[in-house]
């Protein structure tokens, strides 16, 4: 699979669970759709959380968490896909009305992309525009509130890059780690989610 293939973020720390099922669900509506995606789970790859130092500020806008990481921590792993993915899907849990914290972590490392955005780097500016489907699911089975504060988040982080949101997939009332895995018929709603957007790339290798 080459680096430039869709991505899909699975963003629990949770193995096995809501998440892991809904990010399989993609899966296989990429699969439908005649596409391959490749799965890219967030507990794999544990980053160690900005430290404000402003290192990243001036050019070459290198982190120093990079430089001095021993061993080095998942950041470049789960940055490449932000920089060549054509299209690309997260899915997380709610904790706390927000993204749980390893992706908390992820987001605040990419500040670096941000300031050299800011500073006018070519590499940044010259990204095409891509989008990200976003599925979010959270154990209250209720609450217009419960997705909005990740769902902003996620439009500022990935607006660095110059990926838009596409309508997400919000789906409430799963808690139990069995709670999709248990109902066919959400799976089967999450896979036409999955389907739909893998449908919208038109030549993929
Ligand atoms: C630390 C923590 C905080 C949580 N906060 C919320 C919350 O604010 N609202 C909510 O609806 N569910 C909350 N949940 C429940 C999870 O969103 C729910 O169990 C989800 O299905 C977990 O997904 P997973 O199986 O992929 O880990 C929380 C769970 C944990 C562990």
């Known amino acids: 699979m080459s680096e430039n293939n869709p991505v899909i973020y699975a963003c629990s720390p949770r193995a096995g669970g809501n998440t892991d099922c809904a990010a399989h669900c993609l899966r296989q509506g990429a699969t439908l759709a005649g596409k391959e995606a490749k799965l890219l789970f967030l507990r794999d790859h544990p980053t160690t959380p900005c430290c404000s130092c402003y290192a990243c500020a001036t050019p070459p806008h290198a ?7 021993a061993p080095a921590d998942g950041m470049s792993v789960l940055t490449a896909p932000l920089l060549t993915a054509p299209i690309l899907f997260f899915v ?23 300031l050299m955005k800011q500073s006018g780097d ?18 209250r089975k209720s609450g217009s509130k419960l997705f909005e504060g990740s769902l902003l988040s996620l439009r500022l982080m990935l607006g660095i890059f110059n990926i838009v949101l596409a309508k997400p997939l919000l789906l409430h009332g799963l808690d139990g780690s069995t709670d999709l895995s248990n109902n066919s018929a ?20």
């Open 63 to 69: 982190c120093a968490l990079d430089l001095n990481s």
């Open 92 to 114: 997380a849990p709610v904790f706390f009305y927000h993204l749980p914290a390893q992706f908390k972590a992820f987001m605040d490392r990419t500040q670096r992309f941000y």
């Open 122 to 139: 070519p590499q940044i500016k010259t990204l095409s525009q891509r989008t990200a489907y976003i599925v979010l699911l959270g154990a």
């Open 186 to 205: 959400l799976q089967t709603h999450i896979i036409h989610y999955g389907r739909q957007a893998f449908s919208q790339i038109r030549h993929h290798p």
